[in-house]
Structures are given as C-alpha cells and as structure tokens.
C-alpha cells in the first residue's frame, strides 16, 4: 500500500535558525495535509495544499506541493520557543470503499537551549 | 462548542483487564475514528465509522472494538489488555469522510502494566 516517508525524525535548531521537514508518498497524492502537535498535546490541523506546485504560507511557516504531488514540505524562517512540537504530514489513500488518511512518522522540532 | 472531547485523561491497566475509552463530538460531523500513536510511528488507524451503525477497521484493529450506536459518540473497547496496547490513544472527527481535515480529542494515555 502507499506509504507516506518523513524526515528527519528530529531536528534540533537554535531558536532563530530555520526548520525544513519533508514528506514523500510513494504514490501521487490528490491532496496533502500538514499537522502541529505541541508536547502533550494532540495534533492540530495547518493546512492542506491540493494543486501541483503549490505554495502557501502562514507568517513564517511556508508550504510546498511538488509538481508530480509525491513530496511536500513544510519550512520554518527563524524559529521561535512557541514552534516546539512535532510536524505530521498526511495524505489520503483508498481503503476498501472508503479514503483514509496515510501520516508520515512526523519530524520533531526541539529549539536547543 | 466543546470539539472532541475524550475520557478518562490517564489510565493505567493490569493486563488481562478491559476497559472502554470514551469519545463524543459536537460537532454532527458523521466520521469518526480512533488513533494510536507510539514513539516514532506517527499515528496508526485503529477503528473508523462513517456514521451512526457503521464501523469499520483500519490499519491495526486486533484487540479492540468499536460501535456507533450514535452520531455523537464513538467509544473504544480494550477487550483483554496488554502491554503491547500502552499508548496514547487520539479519537478524532471530521464532516464526512477520513481523508478530510481531522479534528481530534485531547488524548488518553494508557499504560499496560
């Protein structure tokens, strides 16, 4: 079946640094979700990109949909403390006769002391 | 509008014990599912229903059950625990489908002794 891959598992930034986690389907996507999960917390939805090439951004968070809808990414201009947590990507495949939605391992962002 | 809500917060279990996660939304959103999410594995489909009387399985369904007796309510049953089962269960809900934005509940956290 399809298979959504995440990386990097961790990435330690200073706070100020940027922060990139990529996504990649084995299989074309219709759509690709991004999700935020703050320690403890559970995930909450960012947003979902649907058109190839696409590109949107929430203040310093920017993100992409590759051309042939198999890899997104999700990048972070100058990190701050309130960015902690654990970023999940998600796209959906066909499952008996319904969608359902296939998560990358997620890629956790920790801001070093 | 309380969103998902999910009860209890924490629990821990003997193995061998059953017990029932609880899970509403108010929301009249007509799916719903439950997640399991262990270190490193992202989240895994455990039961889903596309509405009141209708439940099906996903990814990792042995060990558990579900019914649906209502739009509002979408309870987990852990039929005989096991230490395999110690993790941090997400209900979640959406308007009607599992490849659409996911709205999720707080969490339980279960340890399997």
């Known amino acids: 079946g399809q298979q959504v891959m995440q990386i990097p598992q961790y990435q330690h930034v200073q706070e100020g640094e940027d922060f990139t986690t990529y996504c990649n389907s084995s299989?074309?996507?219709?759509?690709i979700q991004w999700y935020k999960q703050r320690p403890g917390g559970h995930p909450v939805f960012l947003i979902q990109l649907v058109k190839s090439g696409e590109v949107k951004k929430q203040k310093r968070l920017t993100f992409q949909f590759g051309e042939a809808k198999k890899n997104s990414s999700l990048h972070i201009t100058a990190t701050q403390t309130t960015d902690v947590g654990t970023y999940f990507c998600?796209?959906?495949?066909?499952?008996?006769?319904?969608?359902?939605?296939?998560w990358g391992a997620g890629t956790k962002l920790i801001i070093k002391p | 509008n309380a969103g998902v809500t999910q009860t209890p917060k924490f629990q821990v279990l003997k193995t061998g014990q059953s017990m029932t996660l609880q899970c509403a939304q108010d929301m009249n959103h007509e799916y719903m599912s439950w997640y399991r999410q262990d270190p490193g594995m992202g989240l895994r489909l455990i039961h889903y229903s596309v509405g009141a009387g209708i439940t099906d399985q996903g990814e990792v369904p042995n060990g558990y059950n579900v019914s649906r007796s209502t739009t509002e309510d979408f309870p987990l049953r852990l039929l005989s625990a096991a230490p395999s089962q110690t993790s941090v269960y997400f209900c979640?809900?959406?308007?009607?489908?599992?490849?659409?934005?996911?709205?999720f509940g707080p969490g339980t956290r279960l340890l399997v002794l």
């Open positions: 299989t074309t996507l219709s759509n």
């Open positions: 979640a809900s959406s308007y009607s489908g599992g490849a659409e934005t996911q709205y």
């Open positions: 998600a796209g959906p495949e066909r499952a008996k006769s319904n969608y359902q939605l296939i």
